[in-house]
């Protein structure tokens, strides 16, 4: 079932709409994807498995969200496509489901530098060997939305966001880069960030460029629904 954006309503976090279902005395499970289509009603997300009689097993694991490409990436990524799944007993006419929790399909990296650092400034990030493409819903598609613990790559090749053009993607210290999930296995195959900032050399501001991993004392895997910090102390 397709429900256009004419037909949702409400303000911030909390959407409503209603969708017309076959009644039935039997158990039913509906796995909602926010975000799925453009505002023109045209697919993001390639939904030709979802026909009737196909298992959930076949179905869930398989949705991804579009594969990205160099350009503009933050207009590809967003809106964000996020899942949730919700459990009836059965359906009748006076169904109503409230409060369906949705997981984001992306992680969130961010850029800061601690009070304290006044001989630095960050200018923009962008991130490098990044996940193309992620998967709508978590390994735990069985059950109701929660926050996983692991990463559940979709496994198609890497992005950088900026390839050094004006068509690159940068954010500012104020803004978010998303990313979809990936595994960080080694301090050569992992996503990094690139920080350009100025720094003070004897009075004089210069520009550079700083590789940043994510993790210290270990790699951290990219997770979705999860914000990923980096907090320059010095």
């Keep these: 079932i397709k429900i256009d954006q004419a037909a949702i309503s409400g303000a911030g976090s909390m959407k409503t709409f209603t969708a017309r279902l076959d009644a039935s005395?039997?158990?039913?499970?509906?796995?909602?994807?926010?975000?799925?289509?453009?505002?023109g009603g045209?697919?993001?997300?390639?939904?030709s498995g979802a026909t009737t009689g196909a298992l959930e097993s076949a179905v869930i694991p398989n949705l991804k969200t579009p594969t990205l490409n160099n350009t503009?990436?933050?207009?590809?990524?967003?809106?964000?496509?996020?899942?949730?799944?919700?459990?009836?007993?059965?359906?009748?006419?006076?169904?109503?489901?409230?409060?369906?929790?949705?997981?984001?399909?992306?992680?969130?990296?961010?850029?800061q530098k601690s009070a304290g650092v006044t001989n630095f400034n960050i200018t923009k990030f962008t991130v490098y060997q990044t996940a193309k493409?992620?998967?709508?819903?978590?390994?735990?598609?069985?059950?109701?939305?929660?926050?996983?613990?692991?990463?559940?790559?979709a496994g198609t090749g890497y992005i950088n966001y900026n390839s050094w053009t004006t068509n690159g993607s940068w954010a500012t210290p104020d803004q978010t880069i998303y990313v979809?999930?990936?595994?960080?296995?080694s301090e050569t195959d992992c996503i990094w960030v690139m920080v350009e900032g100025s720094f003070n050399h004897n009075g004089t501001w210069k520009t550079g460029y700083?590789?940043?991993?994510?993790?210290?004392?270990?790699?951290?895997?990219?997770?979705?629904n999860h914000r990923y910090t980096l907090t320059i102390n010095r």
């Design 25 to 39: 005395d039997y158990r039913r499970t509906i796995h909602l994807v926010a975000n799925g289509r453009t505002t």
């Design 42 to 47: 045209a697919d993001r997300v390639n939904f």
């Design 72 to 111: 503009l990436v933050s207009s590809q990524i967003e809106p964000l496509i996020m899942w949730g799944r919700i459990a009836l007993a059965n359906v009748n006419s006076s169904t109503v489901v409230n409060n369906v929790k949705l997981l984001r399909s992306v992680a969130a990296v961010k850029v």
């Design 133 to 153: 493409e992620g998967k709508v819903a978590p390994s735990a598609y069985t059950s109701a939305a929660s926050v996983p613990v692991n990463a559940t790559p």
């Design 180 to 185: 979809y999930e990936r595994n960080n296995n």
């Design 210 to 224: 700083y590789k940043l991993i994510l993790g210290d004392s270990q790699m951290l895997d990219v997770v979705r």
